[in-house]
């Protein structure tokens, strides 16, 4: 409150989020609407004037499986132990899909709504969080045309323990959820990051198991290898939708992949609540 020139006397109102954590997810669940609005304007925009629509959702994926099963098995003659090679690099291309697609979109989630930022308040970790459930919808379309090629032209029935891959999803989308948090909260300070995330991606990548089996990696170097955190998942996916007819699961690097995300999301997400209050100031 102060007075101008004039005598009259002005009020300067602040609307923050309260301190406390218990208010902070009180306003998530008074938001949730928003939540759901953002995510879903997300989809329409994504594929709106396109022609294909959301079947790019499953040609990007079924392009790169293609690419990869011609680059692996055909000329650097890798072997899936017996499984549909396709099959082998589909199952590692979906999840490795949708933790870039969620990486990428979430980072630059800030900054794309920055008019939404700079105007009212609302918890600003619904913005990127809303980035990564569009992503894991596209993930559900593309899965679905997956277990089609699966039946269709492999004449591969799924087993049973296709249901397992339900936890590997979950550590995808929570490692997910952390990174995208960190990385769109970086990327409202420093602009770099919009140039950096691209780079990452790419070279996550090659460094991930999308292309070929994660056994290929020598056994003292495993456990390091594990520290990517999509490394555990991928191994996870092929595991319950290929059974052992790939490569028996090796739980300490999935172990190793758990901890990792998890530490990721708590890291991801405090970082995010430390910088927020000052994201309508500097974006």
């Known amino acids: 409150m102060g007075a101008d020139g004039n005598g009259e006397i002005k009020y300067t109102l602040h609307i923050s989020p309260g301190k406390a954590e218990i208010n902070y997810f009180k306003d998530l669940w008074r938001y949730r609407e928003l939540f759901l609005f953002l995510a879903w304007r997300d989809v329409l925009v994504r594929y709106k004037q396109t022609v294909i629509g959301v079947l790019w959702s499953v040609l990007r994926p079924l392009i790169t499986m293609i ?4 680059v692996f098995s055909k000329l650097a003659n890798l072997s899936s132990n017996g499984a549909p090679y396709g099959i082998m690099v589909f199952a590692g291309t979906l999840p490795w899909q949708f933790f870039s697609n969620s990486l990428s979109d979430s980072g630059n989630s800030l900054i794309a709504n920055s008019h939404l930022i700079s105007k009212v308040y609302f918890p600003r970790v619904i913005i990127p ?8 919808i596209d993930f559900l379309i593309a899965f679905l045309i997956m277990l089609v090629i699966m039946v269709l032209w492999y004449s ?6 296709i249901v397992l891959m339900l936890p590997f999803l979950a550590l995808a989308f929570f490692s997910s959820l952390g990174l995208g948090f960190l990385v769109s909260a970086l990327t409202v300070k420093y602009r770099d990051f919009r140039y950096i995330v691209p780079f990452i991606v790419q070279f996550g990548l ?5 292309g070929f089996m994660s056994s290929i ?12 955190p999509i490394v555990g998942v991928i191994d996870g996916f092929r ?13 300490p690097g999935v172990a190793v992949s758990a901890v990792v ?12 609540r430390n910088t927020e209050k000052a994201f309508a100031d500097v974006i």
């Open 239 to 251: 595991w319950a939708i290929l059974g052992d007819v790939s490569q028996p699961l090796w739980w």
């Open 67 to 70: 690419i990869f099963t011609i």
């Open 261 to 272: 995300s998890t530490l990721l999301f708590v890291i991801g997400f405090g970082y995010f």
């Open 129 to 136: 969080a809303s980035s990564v459930i569009v992503s894991l």
């Open 217 to 228: 990696v020598p056994e003292k170097w495993r456990l390091l290898y594990s520290l990517n």
């Open 156 to 161: 591969f029935i799924p087993p049973a323990s």
């Open 206 to 210: 090659y460094i991930s198991p999308v």
